[in-house]
């Protein structure tokens, strides 16, 4: 077996592996540290497809991933003892077949993800970095550049300074005469310490500067714009000296430079963390409300159903007062969600995601009595890598909007493919836009007509959210007038083309469409809501058993049999990620596989992959209706069996 040597100490995280994990071949590129890991040399890894090297518990985890065109999943790569590495992989198919970047968890949990960079940890590193430069641009001295953070010392950097002395500084408290950092600090001033052995402002760290080889200080404080100091670099001369006029001046440049540097990296990481509180309180206001509406609509539907056929009565009155509520909360969601949005590209079937979008709207605008076309360029890729959640949503509220705002004539949607880009042109003879007003127009909760007697009803997001759609995309809306009347917008954003991904045609679960007498198990925290989907269950004809949280979903399947699992997602107990791993580890033993569909308040825009990762084969967002619930349920377990 080859021997390698252990990483150098300056690398900071495992450099990646890349893999291409196709039957035929194994590792494409494996690093040093990586191979010194797991035991084995490059040539026998490369022996193996990837997929032969995961052990048996992560395995499909890793299939999942590639059949459903996940970014991210976390598997267990085999060593030559027997024992196994921890992994997270990457996956990215840039239309040449998936390709996996690999890194050990222990050491990349400690670095910055791309996704959620840790901005202390890029801060220190730029420190760092600016340290190593003035180093070089004085031979022989030192570097050291400290932080304050309430009255005292934080260590930021000093690359070349022995740890212990760094250590020693790091929460100090500074004043009028605490060193030459400590004053320069405390004062705003520049402090020059020509012999630190004689100064008065050392004498507490004389002894310490003499372990570290240093005998003279320069320091110079560094502040915001604002002019709150937030920290001194010093330079430390081996020998007792004064600087001269050019390290002064360079001393003067770096603190400038150091300043900027923590201040920007300071109101990054307030913005990031201002950013996580919005998130959050955002996905629980829609959690909160989703759940009460789920009642509320589900209610009105039954009712409607059984009582009322006047859509315009009472009860459709309600429902609909109910639908108003639930597309305003989802606008401000996905508006909040989409201004945020980065890297979320998937592997998706363009020409059908397309007509999934364009044929409901189809069909409400001829209702209306519109004229509808719609092209699709022959040389528009079949498969296309691309965020599918903020194509699907700016492309349907334009062709919404198209529809909303024409009364007569024609809507005409036209997608083609060019110069790597995807082109949409929606064209209308509808009232038109004023140009004049787009930048207005396209803030939220702004419409065109702010009249008391406006004709067309809105909240006023579409424009904003289709626009923070196309940024997250990579394009941009461009409008101009439909002469002689109307109006024509467009927009364009690069796609990678993709090839399809593996077993793309095959269905991810086996479906019994035989007729069925098992009752459903619904998993369900909230009384009202588990009364309103049993009492759904019940009229289509399926027997059902309710259970609150996810430890008795595990012990009513213990005891009884079902042909499916309608799950919630956040209960008390046991949630139901928890919930669906534990009955999937079981039925690794039996060969068993009983469908669970997500019925959840969760509507973020990752939440249903968070579903499908922890092994549940639908997703239904609350307040779901009766037909979904019947729809799905026909399509995974069949229709009821009639009771004879």
């Not at 570097?143 to 950097?157: D, E, M, N, P, Y």
């Not at 002019?227 to 000296?241: K, Q």
């Not at 004809?541 to 008795?552: P, S």
Request: net charge negative; aromatic share 6%; with cysteine.
């Amino acid at each position: 077996m080859e021997k390698y040597a252990d990483p150098p100490a300056e690398e900071h995280a495992d450099p990646p592996m890349i893999v291409r994990p196709t039957r035929a071949g194994g590792f494409l590129r494996a690093n040093r540290s990586f191979l010194a890991r797991v035991g084995f040399t490059g040539a026998e890894l490369a022996r193996k497809p990837f997929i032969d090297w995961i052990d048996a518990e992560t395995r499909q985890v890793f299939l999942d991933a590639i059949k459903g065109g996940d970014e991210n999943c976390r598997v267990r790569h085999v060593t030559s003892d027997g024992a196994s590495l921890l992994l997270d992989l990457r996956i990215r198919d840039q239309g040449e077949g998936p390709f996996i970047l690999g890194r050990c968890v222990e050491t990349c949990a400690a670095t910055a993800s791309r996704d959620e960079p840790d901005v202390e940890a890029t801060v220190k590193s730029t420190l760092h970095k600016i340290a190593e430069i003035v180093e070089e641009q004085n031979p022989g001295h030192k570097c050291s550049i400290l932080l304050v953070s309430h009255g005292r010392f934080v260590k930021g950097a000093g690359p070349s300074l022995p740890d212990d002395y760094n250590d020693a500084i790091d929460g100090y408290a500074i004043g009028p005469t605490v060193g030459a950092c400590g004053t320069a600090i405390y004062w705003n001033v520049p402090v020059i310490v020509e012999d630190i052995q004689k100064d008065p402002l050392w004498a507490p760290f004389a002894e310490l500067a003499k372990k570290a080889g240093v005998a003279a200080c320069w320091s110079h404080p560094f502040a915001a714009r604002g002019g709150r100091v937030l920290g001194a670099l010093a330079l430390y001369s081996p020998e007792p000296s004064a600087p001269t006029a050019e390290q002064i001046s360079t001393l003067r440049a770096a603190a400038q430079m150091t300043g900027l540097a923590v201040e920007r990296g300071r109101a990054e990481e307030e913005l990031r963390s201002a950013n996580q509180v919005k998130a959050r309180f955002m996905a629980n206001m829609s959690h909160e409300i989703r759940t009460p509406l789920n009642a509320l609509i589900g209610i009105t539907d039954s009712l409607q159903d059984v009582q009322e056929t006047d859509p315009h009565g009472a009860i459709g009155l309600l429902k609909e007062s109910g639908e108003q509520l639930l597309e305003l909360l989802t606008g401000v969601l996905q508006l909040t969600e989409a201004q945020d949005r980065r890297q979320h590209g998937k592997v998706v079937d363009l020409p059908a995601c397309c007509r999934a979008i364009y044929e409901p709207l189809e069909a409400t605008a001829r209702q209306k009595g519109l004229q509808v076309e719609y092209a699709v360029s022959k040389d528009v890729p079949r498969w296309a890598y691309l965020d599918e959640w903020a194509f699907e949503r700016a492309l349907r509220l334009l062709v919404h909007n198209a529809v909303k705002f024409t009364d007569s004539g024609t809507v005409t949607v036209a997608i083609e493919f060019e110069d790597h880009k995807l082109r949409v042109r929606i064209t209308d003879t509808g009232c038109g836009i004023g140009l004049d007003q787009l930048s207005e127009l396209r803030e939220p909760f702004v419409q065109g007509d702010l009249s008391t007697t406006k004709k067309y009803a809105g909240f006023g997001l579409g424009l904003a959210l289709s626009d923070q759609c196309l940024n997250a995309l990579g394009g941009e809306l461009e409008f101009s007038a439909n002469e002689p009347r109307g109006t024509m917008v467009s927009f364009s954003f690069p796609i990678s083309l993709a090839t399809a991904p593996v077993e793309a045609s095959q269905s991810s679960t086996p479906v019994n469409r035989e007729p069925t007498q098992l009752p459903v198990l619904v998993v369900e925290d909230n009384p009202l809501n588990s009364k309103v989907i049993g009492r759904i269950l019940e009229r289509s004809g399926y027997g059902c058993h309710l259970t609150k949280n996810g430890e008795e979903a595990l012990q009513a399947i213990n005891k009884n049999s079902y042909c499916c699992i309608l799950m919630d997602c956040q209960m008390p107990v046991m949630d139901g990620y928890e919930a669906t791993r534990r009955i999937r580890q079981m039925e690794e033993k039996t060969g068993e596989h009983i469908p669970i569909i997500a019925v959840t308040a969760n509507a973020l825009a990752d939440d249903r992959d968070l579903c499908l990762q922890a092994g549940m084969d639908h997703y239904l967002k609350k307040p779901v209706r009766r037909q979904e619930i019947v729809v799905a349920l026909e399509e995974y377990v069949g229709r009821p069996r009639p009771v004879s």
